[in-house]
């Protein structure tokens, strides 16, 4: 038996070559020695205020992308968050088992919430016990995650285990997957801060779905330093991260990342970082576009994706009410 894996990203900003990098190609590469679920989670999106036509036309946009990506939905599922309303009713239930304490100790609520004043809405206090539903109603094994996601999943792993305690064995207990592969991308301009979807000054991030002439200005305003010299250390953190970004798309190691930088400067660092990039990003949104221009074809996937996810879900959700004393 294959084990099971889910992840989802929020459809809250356009993705970034930090979503690919650490997310999106690791997913690919999970599709054949895993049991894979991967949704595109409009349901956490609306914790804070979204444009409804952007988030809708976002979430064909991002389920395009991961298509373009190599996801293929006859290998595993791919679904969008509310067209499965298990989650939100086994995140009612979740939310009757989770206590305020622990919630408000959420370091990325505190982040977000610190910004909203008196206005804080209970979804965004609440999105960890929606997250929780997501992977416990598959039975989630294994989830892949960047490591800002690691307190939500001890929070999800303690509420299965509650459960389990007071209900008898109701969930699987999951793992998180940190980072298997490759390495955390950061934003170009403030290289210690990583590269955000949702972060104010966009001068440092590169979208998946951004222009030629556009990524190729930002990487030739990367923050890099005053060393001059191309070495893989923390104190350069800018020459660092361009290191990475190069060698990911390159296939090339760290090691062998430095050899062909050998004796060159900051300005071949960025150009060969440049063609790289161009060279992964422009094929990936030539095919992205391929499948936005389908919408019929892309209906038929994300339908059949809703239908075989709610099919799986099933009989967790039936079990977990039945355990809670409602009425089947
Ligand atoms: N909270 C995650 C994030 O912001 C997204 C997410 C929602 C998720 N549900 C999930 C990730 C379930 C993994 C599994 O990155």
Known sequence: MKKRIFSGIQPSGDLTIGNYLGALRNWVNFQ??????????DLHAITVKQDPELLRERTLTNLSLYLAAGLDPEKGLLFIQSHVPEHTELAWILA?????????RMVQYKDKS???GESIP???????????ADILLYQAELVPVGEDQSQHLELTRDLAIRFNNAYGKTFTVPKGHFNPFGAKIYDLQNPTASMHKSAENQNGIIFLMEDEKSIRKKVSRSVTDSLGTIAYDDAQP???????????????TIDEALLHFDGKGYKELKEDV???????LLPLQKRTRDFLSD???????????????REL???TLDDVKQKVGFVL
């Open 32 to 41: 054949d020695n895993y049991e894979t679920l991967y949704s595109i989670v």
């Open 122 to 132: 209970t979804g965004l206090f609440n999105y960890p016990t929606l997250m929780a």
């Open 295 to 309: 919408p019929e074809e892309l209906r038929k996937i994300y339908t059949k994706g809703a239908q075989k996810a």
């Open 313 to 315: 879900a099933k009989p």
């Open 238 to 252: 800018g020459v660092k991260n361009l290191l990475n970004i190069f060698a990911l798309l390159s296939g090339k």
């Open 96 to 104: 009757c088992h989770a206590y305020m304490g622990e919630l408000s």
């Open 274 to 280: 440049t063609e790289v990039l161009l060279g992964e």
């Open 114 to 116: 610190a910004k909203l």
